[in-house]
């Protein structure tokens, strides 16, 4: 797939509220709508957070725009899914 590519796929999956994998650093990661997860269900917005873990941000949005665009390690989320996705 090509980076545009993904970047349709990372914007597809927000529109539908499915989950996404990355890797950050050496831990992998989920994003996922604040409907399914615990704790958050009475906000709007997604969630960063790994299992088996309490580290979790949330992030108060659901434009796909910001939400692609959140830095974490010096890179947007968009850029740690497609160097992801690529590997």
């Given at each position: 797939?090509?980076?545009?590519?993904?970047?349709?796929?990372?914007?597809?999956?927000?529109?539908?509220?499915?989950?996404?994998?990355f890797?950050?650093?050496?831990?992998?990661?989920?994003?996922?709508?604040?409907?399914?997860?615990?704790?958050?269900?009475?906000?709007k917005?997604?969630?960063?957070?790994?299992?088996?873990?309490?580290?979790?941000?949330?992030?108060?949005?659901?434009?796909?725009?910001?939400?692609?665009?959140?830095?974490?390690?010096?890179?947007?989320?968009?850029?740690?899914?497609?160097?992801?996705?690529?590997?």
């Open positions: 797939m090509t980076r545009d590519e993904l970047t349709d796929k990372f914007r597809l999956a927000l529109r539908v509220n499915e989950e996404l994998e890797k950050i650093g050496s831990h992998y990661w989920d994003l996922g709508p604040t409907s399914s997860n615990r704790g958050y269900k009475d906000k917005g997604w969630v960063l957070y790994q299992f088996y873990s309490d580290d979790i941000t949330y992030i108060p949005s659901e434009d796909s725009e910001v939400i692609m665009n959140i830095k974490i390690e010096e890179k947007t989320l968009l850029e740690h899914f497609v160097k992801f996705e690529l590997s």
